[in-house]
């Protein structure tokens, strides 16, 4: 069961330049998540999809675009990237009760370390 | 609004203290709290959430909903306690996280 698995590990890329993180997941969960860590900023959340066929915004969306494949699969995009999108990305998925519930909780992968230059 | 607050960024004590990491919350309604430990070059996980009210690995939070806070203790630190931690907030039906700014910690011999 490899849970969530995402793509590159590790990626260089020039200023202007674009390419997709990839992201899937293998627990038939319906949400799906993309975060950046930076130090002292902590994880802010760029998009998320809470089912198939939908997106939102989350709390940096600006320079990223994101794709709901299908249910296991979420795919993030940086269209021109920028040194400021210089960071380590999560992908995450999730069900969630719609109360408390013992199960609640959210899944991440491994990361992706993307430096901008 | 939701938000989620970890005053300190770096915390270090020594092997045997008793730690205790802040997490103090914003959110009007119910909030599902969680704490998430990321271990050196590992993928963030769950260590554990208000609702359980259990211990992990001799970790504790209580909420405390007068003062909106989730603060994690441990009464003896132990080395390979040593790692970024995270406290989340989860709002009432909301389908995401929010996360706080994540303290790490560090363990002295």
């Known amino acids: 069961n490899a849970g969530v698995t995402q793509t590159p590990k590790f990626q260089v890329l020039k200023t202007g330049q674009s390419m997709t993180l990839q992201c899937a997941q293998d627990?038939?969960?319906?949400?799906m998540y993309w975060y950046r860590q930076d130090p002292g900023m902590g994880l802010r959340l760029i998009y998320y999809s809470a089912s198939e066929g939908t997106t939102d915004k989350g709390e940096v969306p600006n320079g990223y675009n994101v794709s709901r494949l299908n249910k296991r699969e979420f795919s993030l995009r940086l269209e021109s990237a920028a040194p400021s999108q210089t960071s380590v990305y999560f992908c995450?998925?999730?069900?969630?009760?719609?109360?408390?519930?013992?199960?609640?909780?959210?899944?991440f992968g491994e990361g992706s370390w993307l430096t901008v230059v | 609004a939701q938000r989620v607050t970890q005053p300190e960024k770096l915390l270090s004590v020594f092997k045997g203290a008793p730690v205790e990491l802040k997490c103090n919350y914003s959110?009007?309604?119910?909030?599902?709290l969680f704490w998430y430990v990321q271990y050196s070059r590992q993928r963030l996980q769950l260590l554990l959430r208000?609702?359980s009210r259990e211990s992990i690995k001799g970790f504790t939070a209580d909420l405390n909903k007068g003062e909106t806070s989730f603060h994690l203790k441990k009464p003896f630190a132990q080395e390979e306690d040593s790692a970024m931690y995270y406290c989340a907030l989860r709002g009432q039906g909301a389908q995401k996280l929010v996360f706080g700014q994540g303290t790490r910690l560090t363990i002295n011999p």
């Open positions: 208000h609702i």
């Open positions: 995450a998925s999730s069900d969630w009760a719609n109360g408390l519930a013992n199960g609640n909780t959210i899944y």
């Open positions: 959110y009007s309604g119910s909030p599902e």
């Open positions: 627990m038939n969960h319906n949400s």
